[in-house]
């Protein structure tokens, strides 16, 4: 029987003791494979700024299964952000479900476009091949963002 499809809502307490933990070893994962310069994750402050929705993804009985974060550059373009699933469930299908959420989320506030910013090093194939399967593709880089070979750019369009 598959697992049920987690609970995805935004979320009202980024400081949330098991949301703090995973963004935690996010932000320590993300410092361990790439140069510090190269490290674009959001911190807790700056997931808490009006552009920012804040998304968990939670199993019926409440735990924690992964993050994401949509950012609002402008009126028609948004940016996915501090996408992240716990390591103990990679690969059961969170990550899409977030992203597929994000998506809908954007089009709902009238985005016409997302774009991110994920690294080139191997350790992020499976976040590039997760994009690539959902229509993004490589663009300049965008918003605040500078060339870096660190650095890969996505975008797609709603």
């Not at 190269?38 to 402050?45: F, G």
């Not at 997302?114 to 918003?143: K, M, Q």
């Amino acid at each position: 029987m598959p697992a049920p499809a987690p609970v995805i809502a935004p979320e009202p307490d980024v400081a949330a003791a098991d949301v703090v933990a995973l963004l935690r070893g996010h932000l320590a994962e993300m410092r361990a494979v790439s140069p510090p310069e190269s490290v674009h994750a959001l911190d807790l402050e700056a997931l808490r700024e009006p552009a920012v929705t804040f998304l968990t993804a939670r199993d019926p009985d409440g735990a924690l299964l992964g993050v994401a974060a949509l950012k609002r550059l402008d009126a028609a373009h948004g940016e996915l952000k501090s996408m992240r699933t716990d390591p103990g469930r990679v690969r059961s299908g969170t990550g899409t479900a977030l992203l597929l959420h994000v998506l809908d989320l954007a089009r709902a506030r009238g985005l016409e476009r997302v774009s991110l910013e994920t690294g080139t090093e191997p350790f992020f194939a499976p976040a590039r091949a997760l994009y690539a399967r959902h229509g993004f593709v490589e663009c300049p880089p965008f918003a605040d963002y500078a060339p870096d070979p660190h650095s890969v750019f996505l975008t797609r369009e709603l």
